[in-house]
């Protein structure tokens, strides 16, 4: 893989809630990256209105607003943002068989462009101690592999897991399956506040498919140098 080809399975996590600079960094990251990711502190602040200014500066948009209701609000919720034309969109695998397939059908109906859903399986701020604490006792690698198995079920397209799972996910769940992978930390970088993760060349021979970097490139004094020397990285994994 060249550097030129890898920067394409990297999406940024613009982590603020000014519009303007969202748009300034999203358009200059455009080559330099597969695309940006909104999260839910943005869209709560800026709101479609800002989705779409960020959008127009040409990078791809990962909406990841993880929706976790029951079915027909999350449903509702899809076709809402649909209009936003997101590349990828985000639910929270725990709310269901039922909520992940009208998520998926709500997606794909009616005319396109269609985002592709994947769902959120552990969060990556999240470890067997945290699980515990809510009931969870089995461990972050048994939830990842039962909640993305039930997400393939219900007709999604990919899940986002830590790097840790990202293996076994892969063996389980073979090749034609998105893994979208936070919780990736260039060597250098501090870990903050993720704990189940690894480093961009760790997760793609792993199998991942998508890394999605925040901090470690926005927060760069040049966040296009750091994209650059991440897709490096990822190229010679």
Do not use: W, Y
Not at 73 to 87: C, E, F, G, I, M
Not at 107 to 132: C, F, K, Y
Not at 173 to 192: K, W
Request: with cysteine; glycine share 10%.
């Amino acid at each position: 893989m060249t550097a030129s080809g890898a920067h394409e399975r990297v999406f940024v996590a613009l982590d603020m809630i000014d519009i303007a600079a969202a748009a300034k960094l999203a358009g200059a990251l455009v080559g330099e990256a597969g695309g940006v990711k909104l999260g839910l502190e943005f869209f709560a602040a800026a709101g479609p209105e800002g989705v779409r200014a960020v959008a127009r500066a040409g990078a791809p948009v990962f909406l990841d607003l993880k929706l976790h209701d029951i079915p027909n609000t999350v449903a509702s919720a899809v076709r809402a943002v649909r209009v936003l034309n997101p590349a990828i969109l985000t639910v929270h695998a725990a709310g269901g068989r039922a909520m992940l397939r009208a998520a998926a059908e709500e997606a794909r109906a009616g005319a396109g462009p269609h985002p592709l859903v994947v769902a959120v399986t552990v969060l990556t701020s999240l470890d067997d101690g945290d699980l515990a604490e809510i009931g969870q006792g089995g461990g972050a690698l048994d939830q990842v592999r039962r909640l993305a198995a039930l997400a393939r079920e219900a007709g999604l397209g990919g899940a986002v897991c830590s790097p840790r799972e990202v293996a076994a996910l892969r063996k389980d769940l073979g090749s034609d399956f998105l893994l979208v992978v936070p919780g990736i930390r260039p060597a250098a970088a501090a870990n903050e506040d993720q704990k189940r993760v690894t480093t961009p060349a760790e997760a793609v021979r792993a199998g991942a498919s998508l890394l999605v970097i925040g901090r470690p490139i926005t927060r760069a004094a040049d966040p296009v140098a750091a994209a650059r020397a991440i897709a490096a990285e990822i190229a010679g994994a």
